[in-house]
């Protein structure tokens, strides 16, 4: 395991590519995601989440780093796949909510739906926002994309520890029972109703990362609670 690295990425103090630059400038830039893939595939969950740093991943934790959303597949796998093969010029949220729902919503649920999992998608760490455009699927979603399906399986199950409240979740579940919505309450200044619903997805995304079998994660998520 490169420590550094683990560090760097998980921590979020830095972007991927400002990694790159500052520290593996002197490979390519695909060599550099083979490279970051193969140290979080060969890495086990407690061990990234060692790296984590509690007090700077706490201050990372507001409303726009809190996900909500309905499948963790249309936030992660399929929505690079769907974002690797269109014009990003001519695709919106609303054109990602048609593709994931049923033909009779309206444009204002198609918007919702496809911008709660494009941020998701973001928080993993394959989208990029820009003002000149909604969205688009980034050089590291290009490359997750194109990985076998097990590994792609393995690190996008392992990234959802970048998103600082459920590593800052299982920190706290590492030595003592924990509410998700206390936490929320706590950490942000969001409705007593959309704190249920995004503890509800951090549920999810928990779930998704006890899928790794690692022993040490397994216990802390049993002394997690929802509400």
Sequence with gaps: MEKLLIKLYFNNL???EQIYNKKYSHISLEEFYELLCKNIFETDCSMILKEIDFESNRKLINSKTIPQFSQFSHGSFELI???SSVD??????ISLGKIFLENNKNDG??????ENHVKLASLLGYVTFSKSFNFKINSYGVFINELDANFRD??????ILRIPIVSHILKEASFKEV?????LKKSSDLSES???RRASSIKTLLKEVQ??????????IGRIYEL
């Design 14 to 16: 830095e972007s991927i």
């Design 81 to 83: 796949k769907i974002l």
């Design 88 to 93: 990003f010029l001519e695709f919106n949220y």
């Design 109 to 114: 649920a198609y918007r919702k739906y496809g």
């Design 154 to 159: 393995n690190i996008n199950r392992k990234n």
């Design 179 to 183: 509410s998700i919505y206390e936490i």
């Design 194 to 196: 959309t704190i249920k």
């Design 211 to 220: 899928k790794l079998n690692d022993i040490s994660i397994a216990e802390a």
